[in-house]
């Protein structure tokens, strides 16, 4: 299999499936791949799929995580950015990784650890997909009950909220239930394209200092 896979061009994009892959062979084959490259994975009970993004996609998950570190930075909240971490429990036979993700309530609790478990270690607080037009994985978000998950499509942002072991799509977020963040975020992504990154986050840290203000 290994062999074939190092011959398999994903243009962006683009994605393929592979069925019946075991847990050893998914474990092998991430070894392979690497932790430094582009395409994603995602593994639900024996299919795994390999994802490859396009440039412009990166460019919003690049922009949208550097909002998301801005508002914990100016709340003044203890953070743990993982970016594409592959987050995989065996036990459920579940592996993912988001576009990116953030530990927050419970950062303390994987602080300084360099591998994690998910058997043993607590999921992230919040996951990001960016461009869910190429992939959508919420079932395997909600098997690794990952509390938070934001799914961007076209710009617009959705909230997801796990409430028993099901996502509910709600106005607030989990982590920031008092900032109206669904209009917000779009706003300052689409903003970034036009005026830049830095003044979009000097303007956006504005924003949030005066939410604070005002609560």
């Known amino acids: 299999m290994l062999l074939e896979l190092k011959r398999i061009y994903i243009p962006p994009g683009q994605k393929v499936l592979l069925r019946d892959v075991t847990w050893q062979e998914l474990e092998t084959i991430l070894e392979d791949l690497g932790e430094h490259r582009a395409a994603r994975i995602a593994y639900d009970r024996g299919i795994l799929e390999i994802m490859s993004p396009l440039p412009e996609y990166e460019d919003n998950k690049e922009i949208i995580s550097d909002l998301v570190k801005a508002?914990?930075?100016?709340?003044?909240?203890?953070?743990?950015?993982?970016?594409?971490?592959t987050f995989k429990n065996q036990f459920m036979a579940q592996g993912i990784e988001p576009d990116?993700?953030?530990?927050?309530?419970?950062?303390?609790?994987?602080?300084?650890?360099?591998?994690?478990?998910?058997?043993?270690?607590?999921?992230?607080?919040?996951?990001?997909?960016?461009?869910?037009?190429?992939?959508?994985?919420?079932?395997?978000?909600?098997s690794l009950k990952v509390p938070e998950l934001w799914r961007f499509e076209n710009g617009k942002l959705q909230i997801n909220i796990l409430h028993d072991d099901i996502y509910i799509e709600s106005q607030n977020s989990l982590n920031f239930p008092q900032l109206p963040l669904i209009d917000v975020m779009t706003q300052y992504l689409n903003q970034s394209k036009i005026i830049g990154r830095n003044t979009t986050l000097k303007n956006f840290r504005i924003w949030v200092r005066e939410q604070i203000q005002i609560s």
């Open 71 to 85: 508002l914990l930075e100016e709340l003044g909240i203890e953070f743990r950015c993982l970016g594409s971490t």
């Open 100 to 142: 990116q993700c953030f530990y927050i309530t419970n950062e303390s609790k994987i602080r300084g650890k360099k591998r994690l478990d998910l058997t043993v270690d607590p999921p992230p607080d919040l996951a990001l997909e960016i461009d869910i037009t190429s992939r959508n994985h919420t079932y395997i978000y909600q």
